[in-house]
């Protein structure tokens, strides 16, 4: 029965592709690169500002560091589940807008494999596309004199997701390293239409689309070191592998007369048009008393080296260039805070946690780099206790993220995670006298 659990488990986080795609955000940023970057932690870490690449225990699920699936004993299966509703306001030039979005988040299993050997599978996001909104403006004046208004209109949505199978090996007391390789997928549409206020004046629409699936490798390393009988110190790092992605680009200008309904159309493609980058990481965490851990982490995304397709309106081309792209720099620090995992009353039992991250933009608007990303965040690690099961876990945390940029628009946005960490015993063997 439980060997069909597991399949079926595997089998359902197969099928997830089907909705891992829908858009979780209505960010105008979004429009940019691949979109907002998910930061990829699961429900124990989120509210400690997305650290991982040091944190390491059998309890819970660390996809972000694939060394620590050796960690998970022999009697446990791991299933982490996650949703994420996010309410927003943006502001510019005296105008506010608030919208609210909410959608599953991320799913994944793990459990030992054979001894020192743990398995990691799952479905994460890797970035969100969802925008709309209007400008409108002058853009000359008529032939009787009068100004020409302008409105464009610019929308779009996708999104890019990966499945993921991964493997964790203790190769000595101290020493572990793991990998998780990757199915890359992801598609989106964005659409550009200016209409003029002229009579019969023309519909000029640009479309934007691309379709791609690769394979993503990423490779992590895990040193714990005791310090004394009170703490205990590990490190880690993190490669992922950049690589080009298998899709075209492809951008189709459509020129509508209104009063004739007819329109023509010009299509460009851009072969091979997306790559995602190399990207290392590199952090520590330090465990006091099994009931204090303090980690913080760095990340480095390789950007810069990457080219983007652009569209060249004095030339008319459509062609990959270099120079959209910068280097992406992220810091994170946490906490997580067990008053005393051995005590039977439930308030000192529950997980109390913190964070703080900023990140640089990824991504140029013109010749301006894009918005940085400051996050601050909370939550609770809520212990579930029935008859049969007292290791479970309910992850709540509230994260308030701020994008803003010289002369941008300015983002804020509250975030409400909610994850269930299954934890059973389901390899132990009953023997009945």
Known sequence: ????????????????????????????????????????????????????????????LNVQNPASYAAVDSLTMLLDVGVTGQMSNYKEGGKSLNTKTGNFDYAAASFRLI??????????????????????????????????????????????????????W??????????????????????????????????????????????????????????????????GATVGLGNKLSGDADLTMMNTNTATSTGEGTTFTVDKAFSIPYTFGAGASLLHKN????????????????????????AGTYSLQSGYYKDRHKVAAGLDWQPNPQARKFLKLVHYRMGVSYATPYYKI???DGPGELAVSAGFGIPIYNSWNNRSMLNISAQWVRSTGCDLIKENMFRINIGLTFNERWFAKWKVD
Do not use: C
Request: aromatic fraction near 12%; charged fraction near 15%.
């Open 1 to 60: 029965m439980k060997k069909r659990i597991i399949v079926s488990l595997l089998l359902g986080m197969a099928l997830l592709p089907s909705n891992a795609q829908v858009s979780t955000t209505l960010s105008p940023y979004s429009q940019y690169g691949l979109g907002v970057l998910s930061d990829q932690s699961l429900g124990f870490n989120r509210g400690m500002g997305g650290v991982a690449y040091g944190l390491r225990n059998g309890k819970y």
């Open 115 to 168: 001894r020192h050997v743990g398995l990691a599978v799952g479905v994460i996001p890797y970035s969100n596309i969802g925008y709309s909104y209007k400008h409108t403006g002058t853009i000359g004046s008529a032939s009787d004199g009068a100004k020409t208004t302008a409105t464009q209109t610019y929308s779009g949505d996708g999104g890019f997701s990966q499945f993921f199978l991964g493997a964790g």
């Open 170 to 235: 203790q190769v000595t007391k101290n020493l572990s390293v793991g990998a998780n390789i990757s199915y890359f997928w992801g598609k989106y549409t964005k659409d550009i239409e200016m209409v003029t206020s002229e009579t019969n004046a023309n519909i000029e629409t640009m479309t934007y689309k691309a379709s791609v699936s690769s394979y993503k490798i990423d490779l992590g390393v895990q040193w714990m070191q005791p310090l004394n009988d009170k703490n205990l110190l590990t490190i």
């Open 291 to 314: 009931s204090l851990t303090v980690a913080a982490d760095y990340t480095l995304q390789k950007w810069a080296s990457i080219d983007y397709p652009l569209f060249n309106n004095a």
């Open 366 to 368: 013109g010749t301006q």
